[in-house]
T-cell receptor
């Protein structure tokens, strides 16, 4: 149980285009999902917290107009990188919090590798 | 601000060796502490946690004790196996993070330590 999937697992796009990454909780409902970014040999950095049915809360320094987050249902959150540039190349990881479990339990997806050429 | 520092890897051990991965933290208030493990090609999984000082978290032979006096949460295992090869992340829940609608706890991660266990 408590499986989180991400799609795609990797994507290559051209500079200036937009890319959408999906995060799904497969066997539980998630009122809250989190989006992280991980650079090589660096820790995961929280980008934003996504709450179902409301606007995402972005961390300081994260451009909300560039990283669009939509949490339209209890099992799906999407991250859209708009007008991508090479510096947006990174590993993006989502996690989901099971609504029925303890507040500290986050379940992580396998990540999406984005390369912008 | 809140931060987590863990020993840099990679760490390479032989099977049945003793493992220690050091983790120290800086936080205001009283955070909860976690170790996550990421196996190749998979997402991070919670390995163990401790929510208050002197608590010991344990799972799959791994242990870590919440030491408030030394602000540490070192991960240990007495006898590692090849299947323990993974990247290990120490993390804390930010106690000053404001709860939003539905409740959430911000996690602050260390950089991760890659462990390779050879047969």
């Amino acid at each position: 149980g408590a499986v989180v999937s991400q799609h795609p697992s990797w994507v290559i796009c051209k500079s200036g285009t937009s890319v959408k990454i999906e995060c799904r909780s497969l066997d539980f409902q998630a009122t809250t999902m989190f989006w992280y970014r991980q650079f090589p040999k660096q820790s995961l950095m929280l980008m934003a917290t996504s709450n179902e049915g409301s606007k995402a809360t972005y961390e300081q320094g994260v451009e909300k107009d560039k990283f669009l987050i939509n949490h339209a249902s209890l099992t799906l959150s999407t991250l859209t990188v708009t007008s991508a540039h090479p510096e947006d190349s990174s590993f993006y990881i989502c996690s989901a919090r099971d609504s029925q479990r303890g507040v500290y339990e986050q379940y992580f997806g396998p990540g999406t590798r984005l390369t912008v050429t | 601000g809140n931060s987590v520092t863990q020993m840099e890897g990679p760490v390479t051990l032989s099977e049945e060796a003793f493992l220690t991965i050091n983790c120290t933290y800086t936080a205001t208030g009283y955070p909860s502490l976690f170790w996550y493990v990421q196996y190749p090609g998979e997402g991070l999984q919670l390995l163990l946690k401790a929510t208050k000082a002197d608590d010991k978290g344990s799972n799959k032979g791994f242990e870590a004790t919440y030491r408030k006096e030394t602000t540490s949460f070192h991960l240990e295992k007495g006898s590692v196996q090849v299947s323990d090869s993974a990247v290990y992340f120490c993390a804390l829940s930010d106690p000053t993070y404001t709860r939003t609608q539905g409740g959430s706890e911000k996690l602050v991660f260390g950089k991760g330590t890659k462990l390779t266990v050879n047969p």
